[in-house]
Structure formats: structure tokens, C-alpha cells
């Protein structure tokens, strides 16, 4: 019998949503001639029984397939709810709508959340991780993020000239509320001076120290910080600046460590902040995202096809592989590991990066 498979986003919105959903809606139509029901707005549209038919090539008059290079998601997504209250209209939609499978393509905590309503329902689940966190365990790869981190790296390099050319300490913050990937890896590749992630606390005396060097001993007379919206203070620090007028959360990170560095010495230190938020969410998929996207969504269809359900696309060792969503969900969110190459070589090369664990 005609297979009829469901598909939804859920979470933050990245870019390379579109280009999975055309993967998973090219092939499982191509080559095994199913139906394809887009459920809008993730569980929002499961609890209300929403579908949509989704046929091949979004085309437009020109023939042009928009869904390769548009970022967000068609479909839409959400990432907050109370799931728990409306479970059972969402365990009934998805024997309404009469699914022989669904795929979700989510991050950390909308798989946790799917895996649940999958569990409960007996449903026959496949996932594909999405997000600019990068922090879905068992995977290397995640849709969006190396879209995300180019986009702060572009930033870092107009950021770079005006900080050099005024004197300034640039300060960037950028997303990452429990895992520092994002500000690692584009720190790293936009030339910062110093990285501030959730996994290491920092303490103000070295953030301090590390700007007054690059002045005083290689007299660099700017700096770029990187700072993710989760970067974490040394404890004795945290009690010291309790009562700080700009502590988080009345301040972003990014700020807070602004009015820090300013402090830090005599000489007047003229810093500015620049808050990317969901500028990170945004642009056009790189050609990496749309190469992984392709190829989670194709390898996704083919999983359904064979029975295989429960199943992640996990990318390990160069290849697309099934991994259990039971094992991702326990392992995630994946934290940056402290001694891994990213931090030494960050080190090594000057960085600071917060307190050796
Ligand atoms: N579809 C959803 N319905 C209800 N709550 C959601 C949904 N998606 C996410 N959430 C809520 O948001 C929390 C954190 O999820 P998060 O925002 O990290 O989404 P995600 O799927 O991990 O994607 P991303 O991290 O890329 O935004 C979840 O634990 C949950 O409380
Ligand atoms: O503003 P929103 O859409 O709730 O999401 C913000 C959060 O989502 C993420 O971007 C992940 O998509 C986090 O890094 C960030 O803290
Ligand atoms: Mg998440």
C-alpha cells in the first residue's frame, strides 16, 4: 500500500530547514512514490490536526526550486508549549491523519519532547538534527550551524577593522545559552582574542590581564571578544558582582562584560557591544548545510522505508548513520569538551578561554 509519511521543524529556526524538508519530499516521492503531509508549527499543528500536502519542487514561474537556498522553514515551528496538557490530541492526530511515519527534524529538546509523544503513541519516528547550538549528541553535524558560524564570522571581520581602527574592545555575543560550539568555533575561525563559553569559567582579574598583555607586550590596541549568552562566571566572581548594577540576567553577557573590561584598568578602555541574536538564524543555508541537509533528509526516507524507526540521522566519520533517539536525547545537550583540540588549539594560540579545568 501508498505510504503516508508526515514531516515537521520544531525548535529555533535555522538555515537549511527548507532544503531537508525538499530532500525528504523529492525522494520519498521520486523514488517511492508516497504522499508527504507537512504538519505545520510542530506539536502546535499535531495537537490541532493540521497537514499539510506537500508535492515535488516548490517551483516558481521559473522553474526555480526556492526551498534549495531559503533559510527558516515552510512549514514553521515553535519552541515553546506545554505539550504534557495536550498529549492526547496529539497521540489522536497522528492516528487522524493515518501516518505510517513521521520525521522531525529538531534539536536537543524538541527530540526529547517528540521522542516522549513517540513513545506514548507507539508512533514510528525518525529524526534529523537541526540546530545552531550544534549541541544534539551523537552527531557531528547539525543543520544550521555551520550557516550560524559563518554568519558571526563574517561579522568578526567587519567588527575587526572598526575595532582597530577606533582602539576599541569589540565585545560579540552570540547564542549558545548551555553549549559554547557556536562561539568556539567562530571565534576561533573570526580571529578573537578571547572566547567566554558556558563549559569554562572565567575570572574578570584574567579577562582583564589578557587585554592589558595584548596592549602592553604586543601592543595590539584592540580586541575582539567573543562571549556566548551562557558564559559563566568563576564562583568567586559570581558573589563579588552579585550586586553589580548590570549582572545577568539584567544585563546580556555581552554587556555585563562591556562595563567589566571598562573598569579593568586607568586608562580609559572604550569598548562596544554588538548583540547578533537572531541575525544567527538567518541567511541563506552554505553549501555545507545544504550538502548535510540533503543528505539527512534522503537517508531519513530510506530509514522509514526499511522499519528502521526510533532512529536519529547521526553524522559520524564522514558518513550519514542511524543512531537511537533514546541514546541522543540521554546524551544531549553535547557539551565542548575542555581538553578537545578546539580549546588546546585556541590556547595555543593565544586565546583566552576561560579557566583550565
Ligand atoms: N515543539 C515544541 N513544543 C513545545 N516546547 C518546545 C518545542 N520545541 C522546543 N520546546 C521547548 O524549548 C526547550 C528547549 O528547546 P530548544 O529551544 O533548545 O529547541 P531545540 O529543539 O533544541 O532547537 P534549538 O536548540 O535549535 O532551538 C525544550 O526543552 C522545550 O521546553
Ligand atoms: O528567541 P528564541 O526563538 O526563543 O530562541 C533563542 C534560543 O534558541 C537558540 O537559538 C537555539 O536555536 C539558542 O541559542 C537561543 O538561546
Ligand atoms: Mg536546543
Given at each position: 500500500m501508498r505510504k503516508r509519511i508526515g514531516i515537521l521543524t520544531s525548535g529555533g529556526d535555522c538555515p537549511g530547514l527548507n532544503c531537508v524538508i525538499r530532500a525528504v519530499v523529492s525522494h520519498a516521492t521520486l523514488t517511492y512514490d508516497w504522499e508527504v503531509l507537512g504538519i505545520p508549527y510542530a506539536t502546535q499543528g499535531l495537537r490541532e490536526r493540521q497537514a499539510i500536502a506537500l508535492n515535488m519542487h516548490g517551483w516558481d514561474l521559473r522553474g526555480i526550486?526556492?526551498?534549495?537556498?531559503?533559510?527558516?522553514?515552510?512549514?514553521g515551528t515553535i519552541n515553546?508549549?506545554?505539550t504534557l496538557a495536550h498529549i492526547d490530541e496529539m497521540l489522536a492526530s497522528y492516528e487522524a491523519l493515518a501516518l505510517d511515519a513521521l520525521i522531525v527534524i529538531g534539536g536537543d529538546g524538541s527530540l526529547g519532547i517528540l521522542h516522549e509523544l513517540a513513545n506514548r503513541g507507539n508512533w514510528n519516528l525518525v529524526a534529523i538534527p537541526k540546530t545552531i547550538?550544534?549541541?544534539?549528541?551523537?552527531?557531528?553535524r547539525a543543520v544550521g550551524f555551520d550557516t550560524a558560524v559563518n554568519t558571526i564570522v563574517d561579522a568578526l571581520n567587519r567588527l575587526t577593522f572598526t575595532a582597530a581602527s577606533h582602539d576599541r574592545v569589540m565585545i560579540v555575543e552570540v547564542m549558545g545559552r548551555s553549549a559554547g560550539h557556536l562561539a568556539l568555533h567562530a571565534g576561533i575561525a573570526g580571529g578573537a582574542d578571547v572566547i567566554l563559553i558556558p563549559e569554562l569559567s572565567y575570572t574578570i582579574s584574567r579577562l582583564c590581564q589578557h587585554i592589558a598583555e595584548l596592549r602592553d607586550?604586543?601592543?595590539?590596541?584592540f580586541a575582539i571578544v567573543v562571549v556566548a549568552e551562557g558564559a559563566k562566571l568563576c564562583l568567586e566572581d559570581v558573589q563579588e558582582n552579585i550586586?553589580?548594577?548590570?549582572?545577568p540576567p539584567k544585563c546580556g553577557r555581552g554587556q555585563y562584560i562591556a562595563d567589566q573590561i571598562a573598569q579593568c584598568s586607568q586608562n580609559l578602555i572604550d569598548t562596544r557591544v554588538s548583540v547578533l541574536g537572531h541575525i544567527q538564524r538567518g541567511g541563506i543555508p552554505s553549501a555545507l548545510d545544504r550538502l548535510t541537509a540533503t543528505v539527512f533528509g534522503k537517508t531519513a526516507v530510506d530509514l522509514v522505508a526499511q522499519g528502521k524507526f526510533g532512529q536519529m540521522v547521526g553524522w559520524q566519520n564522514g558518513e550519514a548513520i542511524p543512531v537511537p533517539i533514546q541514546d541522543v536525547v540521554a546524551q544531549s545537550p553535547l557539551h565542548v569538551n575542555p581538553q578537545g583540540s578546539l580549546v588546546q588549539s585556541a590556547r595555543c594560540l593565544g586565546i583566552y578561554v576561560g579557566e583550565k579545568t
Open positions: 526550486d526556492p526551498l534549495l537556498n531559503m533559510g527558516g522553514t515552510i512549514l515553546k508549549g506545554d547550538d550544534n549541541d544534539v549528541a551523537l552527531t557531528e607586550r604586543w601592543q595590539r590596541k550586586a553589580s548594577a548590570c549582572a
